[in-house]
């Protein structure tokens, strides 16, 4: 199994970055994806998950509202879509699948499989 993460850079506050996390060796549809996040000293952070049909999504509190999250089962891959850019957004971003279509965590412990994460630099 292997979650690959792309699409991290260095970005101005205000602006926006694609994510991109494609799945190898399994089947994103019978999962729940999602995005987590780590600053330098900070605990793992949730983003964003999605539901193996992609009909149910959340949040974390401090992206709500500029972020959104999709998936393209077909090329099984997710997407993290991020707008408004903020200096605080700055984290290494990683992707994860939680086994089952249904039942959204925001606990990084209840993940079964990560990628590698990606970099993500917002400068002020």
């Known amino acids: 199994v292997q979650l690959q993460a792309s699409g991290g850079g260095l970005v101005q506050a205000g602006g926006s970055l694609r994510l991109s996390c494609t799945a190898s060796?399994?089947?994103?549809?019978?999962?729940?994806m999602g995005w987590f996040r780590q600053a330098p000293g900070k605990e793992r952070e949730f983003v964003s998950a999605?539901?193996?049909?992609?009909?149910?999504?959340e949040y974390g509190d401090r992206v709500k509202g500029r972020f959104t999250i999709s998936r393209d089962n077909a090329k099984n891959t997710m997407y993290l879509e991020m707008n408004g850019l903020k200096p605080e957004d700055t984290a290494v971003y990683y992707c994860?699948?939680?086994?089952?279509?249904?039942?959204?965590?925001?606990?990084?412990?209840?993940?079964?499989?990560w990628g590698q994460g990606t970099q993500v630099t917002v400068s002020s």
């Open positions: 060796g399994l089947t994103i549809s019978n999962h729940v």
């Open positions: 994860a699948a939680k086994y089952g279509p249904y039942g959204i965590s925001q606990y990084a412990r209840a993940y079964d499989s």
């Open positions: 999605i539901t193996g049909s992609g009909h149910l999504s």
